[in-house]
Structure formats: structure tokens, C-alpha cells
């Protein structure tokens, strides 16, 4: 059997050596909500409609804004991971803290200038799977946060499940909102 390829965008979290807060992971929902909220309705926009106007009608993508959202999706990958119950760290909006994301510098030049208006049409066959998996995570969650609070640890099958769904999610948001990358996603939840 092949070893799957990987893809220019990484994201991984580490996983806890020591037993979770049983407290803090009973009481997680209320405390991650600020940025999950501010993220959930001001991150995308934020991502997508400048970089596609700057890639269509400039044939841009500054080196500024690409920081800009290499930081904001990491923002928001921490917060994903303290919200998942995967790390007890509230979430720092400027260091790694065992969640790592990395996304390719875009070459404009390399880019399919007219690609932005149409990648978001060629992602829905994963936004849908995304949906479904994203279901099963939110099942995953909750089998975990029992675990958490009865044993101080998240299962690993659980752990590496959440994990891989957020990865799938960061390569279609790199891809179709992004727009670092005209390289289409792979279709698993694995690296």
C-alpha cells in the first residue's frame, strides 16, 4: 500500500502527556465562546473577498495580507483545539502553544488569476463531507469530554479523529477561501 502524498497545508496539534483539567474541560463551552463567536462570523469574510478582488483584478496577493490570515486561521485553530476539549491552554492570539498550522506563500504568478471566483463552487463536494464529518466530531467531542471528566484523558481514536477533521477543514479554507493554494484537497482526514 502507497503512503498517501502530503499537501502544502499542515496542521497539527499536540497531543496532552499529562491528564486534562476535569474542570476546566466541564465548564468549556461557556469559556471558549468570545472567539469562537468573533471568528465564526467576521473570520471568513476577512479571508476570502479581499484576497479574490487583489487576485482577479491585480494579480496580487501581498506578502501583509497573506500573514494577516496565516495568523487568523491560526488564531483560530487554537481556539478550535481549546473548544474541542483537545488542549486545557486558552487560547494566546500570538503564540503556537502545541498547535501548529502552516499554509504555503502564495506565488501570484503561479495562481490561476480566475480560479478564486469559481474554487468555492469546486469545494462543495467537500464542504458537504465536511458536514458530515463535522457531525460526527461534534459526537466525538462529547464522547471525550465524558471521558475527560471521569478519567482526566481524551482517547486517542477520538483525539486523532477531531484533529484530522480540522485538518481536512484548514485545506479546504487554504484552497477556496484563502486562496493560497490551486492545488485541489485530498478527499482524507490524514496528513
Known sequence: M????TTPVAFS?????HPLDRLTSALRIS???????WLAFGGPGLLFVPVALMLVFRRKYPRWWFDFNVELLRFSGRVAAYATLLTDVYPSTDEEQGV???LPEPDP????????LVKWLLALPHLIVLVLL???????VVAAWVSILFTGRYPEALFDYVVG?????LRVVAYAFALVTDEYPPFRLAA
Not at 502507497?2 to 502524498?5: D, M, Q
Open 100 to 102: 501548529r498550522l502552516d
Open 13 to 17: 496539534v499536540q497531543r496532552p502527556d
Open 109 to 116: 504568478a503561479q495562481l490561476n488569476r480566475w480560479l478564486p
Open 31 to 37: 469559556a471558549g465562546s468570545g472567539g469562537q463567536t
Open 2 to 5: 502507497s503512503t498517501p502524498a
Open 134 to 140: 463535522s457531525i460526527g466530531a461534534v459526537f466525538a
Open 165 to 169: 477533521v480540522g485538518r481536512w477543514g
